[in-house]
T-cell receptor, first 115, second 109 residues
Framework: DSGVTQTPKHLITATGQRVTLRCSPRSGDLSVYWYQQSLDQGLQFLIQYYNGEERAKGNILERFSAQQFPDLHSELNLSSLELGDSALYFC??????????????FGEGSRLTVL | GQNIDQPTEMTATEGAIVQINCTYQTSGFNGLFWYQQHAGEAPTFLSYNVLDGLEEKGRFSSFLSRSKGYSYLLLKELQMKDSASYLCAEIDSNYQLIWGAGTKLIIKP
C-alpha cells in the first residue's frame, strides 16, 4: 500500500460526459502528479500541483482540468469525453516539488472506460 | 526536447541476469529513477541515481554515467515475478520528470 488513495477504481461512462477523479496523497506529501496511461503505452504526464499551486503542466487537453485543495487532496476533471480518453489515470504524490527530495508514490489508478 | 530511450521489450530466462539500458539527453540532468510496473498496476519505486556509479539493492542494481547520458538496471537471479515493465525517468533542468516508454521484460522458465 503506497498510502496514495484514488477513487473511483473503475468508471464506465459515455462519450460527451464529464467525470471527476479524486486523489488523496500520502500523509505529509505536498506534491501531487496526474498521469494518463493508455493500454500498453507509457506514462503521459498531465499536471503537477505543489501545496495547492500548479507547479508544472504536461500534455493536458483543454477538456481536462485539475486542482489541489487546501487539505492537499486533488481532483482531475475530464469533460466532453471521447473514446480515446479511455485509459488508466494515476495519481502520484511526493514530499517536495523537486523529485530529488523523494520518490513518487503512485495510487492504484482509476480505470476509465468511455463507451 | 528531452528524450529517453529504452528498449521496447526484452526476454530473459528464469535464474539468469538481464541488463536494461536507458539513455537520456545530458544537458540539465538532475537525477534518474527506475520504476517497476506490473501490467494494470501502479508503478513502484526501484532506484534513484544522481551521482555516477552503481547502486546495489538486493537482486537489483542501477548504474549511472552522467557524462555518457546512460543508465542501466541490472536484475540478477531472475524470478517469474520479475516479468513487468521497467520505466526509466530523468529529472530535467526544470526539475520535471521525463519518463521513458518502458521496457517490457518477459521471463521464460
Amino acid at each position: 500500500d503506497s498510502g496514495v488513495t484514488q477513487t473511483p477504481k473503475h468508471l464506465i461512462t459515455a462519450t460527451g460526459q464529464r467525470v471527476t477523479l479524486r486523489c488523496s496523497p500520502r500523509s505529509g506529501d505536498l506534491s501531487v502528479y496526474w498521469y494518463q496511461q493508455s493500454l500498453d503505452q507509457g506514462l503521459q504526464f498531465l499536471i503537477q500541483y505543489y501545496n495547492g499551486e500548479e507547479r508544472a503542466k504536461g500534455n493536458i487537453l483543454e477538456r481536462f482540468s485539475a486542482q489541489q485543495f487546501p487539505d492537499l487532496h486533488s481532483e482531475l476533471n475530464l469533460s466532453s469525453l471521447e473514446l480515446g480518453d479511455s485509459a488508466l489515470y494515476f495519481c502520484a504524490s511526493s514530499v517536495g516539488w523537486d523529485p530529488n527530495t523523494g520518490e513518487l508514490f503512485f495510487g492504484e489508478g482509476s480505470r476509465l472506460t468511455v463507451l | 526536447g528531452q528524450n529517453i530511450d529504452q528498449p521496447t521489450e526484452m526476454t530473459a530466462t528464469e535464474g539468469a541476469i538481464v541488463q536494461i539500458n536507458c539513455t537520456y539527453q545530458t544537458s540539465g540532468f538532475n537525477g534518474l529513477f527506475w520504476y517497476q510496473q506490473h501490467a494494470g498496476e501502479a508503478p513502484t519505486f526501484l532506484s534513484y541515481n544522481v551521482l555516477d556509479g552503481l547502486e546495489e539493492k538486493g537482486r537489483f542494481s542501477s548504474f549511472l554515467s552522467r557524462s555518457k547520458g546512460y543508465s542501466y538496471l541490472l536484475l540478477k537471479e531472475l524470478q517469474m515475478k520479475d516479468s513487468a515493465s521497467y520505466l526509466c525517468a530523468e529529472i530535467d533542468s526544470n526539475y520535471q520528470l521525463i519518463w521513458g516508454a518502458g521496457t517490457k521484460l518477459i521471463i521464460k522458465p
